[in-house]
């Protein structure tokens, strides 16, 4: 569970940084929904 919960934190973290870079909205929304989805397949699985 922790290696979850760091692997979340690790996404969340590289996506506000890439969210300072992008200039494009559509791919800040992106990156957001992938690493969601990353996230949620370890957690389920």
Do not use: D, Q, T
Not at 4 to 27: D, H, K, Q, R, T
């Amino acid at each position: 569970m922790k290696r979850v919960a760091g692997f979340a934190l690790f996404c969340v973290a590289i996506g506000m940084v890439l969210a300072l870079i992008l200039p494009n909205m559509f791919v800040e929304v992106l990156c957001i929904m992938l690493c969601v989805l990353m996230g949620y397949s370890l957690f389920c699985c």
